[in-house]
């Protein structure tokens, strides 16, 4: 008896996951060239929430991440390298977004916690991630892929990342875009203490 329940268990499972397939399914990446889709929403930043449109950004190259999860260690690492080269963004006149699914206090948490400079943008609907493909890229729990747009200054796509590391992402983006001093710091050697002055 108890063979045959989990075989139905394991039947019904398997109708279930056909039959909510096409929910989950992706939506195709962007290509390079082709116009960014506008989108509003909200963003955080610092402890604070505004309005805000892709078209805010005219005028200025927008680096657009999406990531699956606050406080998860491959988004952690990639808000932080974000956030150790941002000084080299902004100095390129580049604007960072990072995008996900999760609540506006959990995004102002892991801004708070890593001290991100950059805004990050609400989608819990996943309109945005739908609209640039990176909805259901773990579809068992509802996350966002890990893919990043960078947009030029007239709103058309000129890189797509589709696979990304999270901990050297920011620095291959400075680098492909040709930022000067993409490279990370090289820490100062510790001065050498001073000679005992001899008469």
Do not use: W
Not at 60 to 87: H, I, M, N, Q
Request: net charge negative.
């Amino acid at each position: 008896m108890k063979m045959i329940t989990l075989g139905l268990l394991a039947i019904a499972a398997i109708v279930v996951t056909i039959a909510i397939r096409p929910q989950f399914a992706r939506a195709e990446l962007l290509k390079e060239g082709q116009i960014a889709p506008p989108f509003t929403s909200q963003m955080i930043t610092g402890d604070q929430e505004a309005p805000m449109s892709l078209a805010d950004f005219h005028g200025k190259k927008v680096v657009l991440y999406f990531y699956p999860k606050d406080e998860t260690s491959g988004c952690t690492k990639e808000a932080c390298a974000f956030r150790d080269g941002y000084a080299r963004f902004t100095n390129a006149g580049l604007v960072v977004l990072g995008c996900s699914v999760d609540s506006a206090d959990a995004h102002k948490d892991f801004i708070r916690k890593n001290n991100l400079p950059f805004p990050l943008v609400l989608d819990p609907d996943k309109k945005i991630a739908t609209a640039y493909g990176a909805a259901n890229g773990i579809p068992i729990l509802g996350l966002d892929r890990r893919i990043t747009y960078v947009i030029d200054e007239n709103g058309k796509i000129i890189k797509v990342y589709p696979s990304v590391d999270p901990s050297t992402h920011a620095i291959e983006i400075l680098n492909d875009l040709g930022v000067a001093d993409a490279a990370p710091p090289v820490p100062a050697a510790p001065a050498s203490p001073a000679a005992p002055a001899t008469n």
